[in-house]
């Protein structure tokens, strides 16, 4: 039998309109009378008129706010947010593009204040992890817009979800291939950021070779604030004071770290795995200058953010973890 909204409104002791509240998260209903309609709602499996929900969502659209850090990852998840949008397009969904600099947590700070003051449905951000961010991700949270960070991630916050690769996992996946193609013994350096997904590839490498390779060594830690500049000057300091066997890259920027191994006549020589699938790595992948790299689904990530965000807000889905994850994706010249 297929429940109504009078049917609930009966059963809960309230009028219809309370209900509608409820279901469309608007104001004017006490926690306490909220939290009893919801459970009756999920008790009974209420499934909305998705045909009367799209047309009224045509006349006052979810607004999701989208911010994104100006990295070589943000074209594919823009991809993916867009293909979300496309699929929605009958219930009216409106996307914001933000934009910010992968170290500048004070434009994303500013940013997050602005689409809070704007009132906004809900909020994907793929954020810079510091104090700051975090405290306007709680803030959002708090006073009820609800936070997926997507690709990066903020410890510690009360963002709803994340979605994006299990950086440690992929960083361990990472460190074992370069230990096989290394035949167990070598140096290694590793080319990284600060973003909490750079820092957990490198810190799940580290824990592998570690664990699995005691004749492998790592020489070195290059830090490259996603910066291209600092990416290709750090691979050239690295390449000048170590004779490295191979060469780890946990962020964006390849191609600058592949021009210094260029320029030192160390392409081919120095082995190398590095995370995603642009054109220029493909490119590289197929020379045998890249041995390895591994995607991390960027498009789906996009995508999942925006469905993950459209399914709790007007359907009123509970995310069912905390971290929906992505693949980790090996690839190599063979299967690029």
Known sequence: ???????????????????????????????????????????????????????????????????????????????????????????????????????????????????????VDGVIIAPIDTEGVRIAINDLEDTGIPVITVNTDVSDCKRMAFVGQDGLQAGRVAGSLMGEILGKRGSVAIISGDLSCTAERAKGFEEIIGERFENISIVGIVDTLESGELAFQGTLNILNNYNIDGLFITTGNVNEVMKALKLKGKVNTVKVVCFDLYDDIVGYLKEGAINFTIGQDLQNQGYKAVKTMFDYRFLKKHVESPHIKTAIDIRLRDNV
Not at 70 to 78: K, M, P, Y
Request: zero cysteines.
């Open 1 to 119: 039998m297929k429940i109504t909204i009078k049917q609930i409104a009966e059963i809960a002791g309230v009028h219809r309109s309370t209900v509608d509240k409820v279901l469309h998260n608007r104001e004017g209903v006490s926690d306490e009378v909220r939290a009893k309609v919801q459970k009756i709602i999920e008790d009974l499996d209420y499934e909305p008129n998705m045909i009367g929900k799209a047309l009224a969502s045509q006349k006052n659209p979810l607004t999701i706010a989208v911010l994104l850090l100006q990295v070589d990852a943000l074209a594919e998840i823009r991809r993916g947010v867009e293909k979300a949008k496309e699929e929605l397009s009958n219930f009216g969904l409106n996307i914001e593009y933000y934009y910010s600099n992968a170290n500048d947590d004070m434009e994303q700070r500013n940013t997050l204040k602005l689409v809070k003051k704007k009132k």
